[in-house]
């Protein structure tokens, strides 16, 4: 016989799946697990806690944390914070961060703590103190302390928008942009990653360094001497 304290968590949970089943499938669809769920399932106040190895997916959209909470009109909002890890192998690409907010209505990721952001579909690494994930648009921005890395480039700024679809970012707040041994600081710096095409605005300093031309031998000029003097002859 059924214990009167699994019988109350198994009600809670039972209550729990319901209400996730209201939510609009046109929105997107969301199924978690944690070691320990706690909900409030009053009609203005609705809730789902999830505390311990928490996990949630929404869509191809994975987070896990030490504490998730799920709230807002047909559960908008999504909170994660303590370890908080994500990744949508669909869309290419992944993160760590200490604490995340997600609003499943507009389809934004705020994440704010230690952040590490990798787009795989673009091989392009980012790490910044506040990102803004705009999932429809594609759109990444990035507050303070932003550091983006893609092959032999390397973009430091204090701002920055990168736009995964064109492969685009812009970078303003002191930029310094250092592609190989080149080194370049403006304004404004907007870098194509696909073709490496740097444009700089306003205040713009440069260092570029040049490979030397290394001097031919003394036995190579006589030799075209030599060759010259026959073409003569």
Known sequence: MMSHKNNKSFII???IFFSLLDINP???????????????????????????????????????????????????YVNASGSVKGVDDEKGYSFKADIINFDRKTDTVTMCGKLELKDTKNDVSINAEIIEYKK??????????????????????????????????????RPVVKKRKDEFEAG???????????ALDGRVRGYVEQEKETPPEAEDIQKSQNQEEESNV
């Open 13 to 15: 949970c039972f209550l």
């Open 188 to 198: 404004k710096i907007s870098v194509n990653l696909e073709t490496e095409d740097i």
């Open 136 to 173: 429809k648009q594609e759109i990444i921005i990035m507050r303070f302390n932003v550091k983006i890395t893609n092959k032999d480039i390397t973009c430091n700024s204090m701002f920055a928008l990168y736009d995964r679809k064109e492969s685009k970012v812009e970078l303003t707040g």
């Open 26 to 76: 046109q929105k997107s669809t969301i199924s978690f697990k944690a070691d320990k769920v706690t909900a409030s399932v009053a009609e203005n106040k609705k809730s789902t806690n999830l505390i311990g190895n928490a996990e949630i997916k929404v869509d191809s959209l994975t987070i896990s944390a030490d504490r998730i909470e799920i709230f807002g009109k047909d559960y908008r």
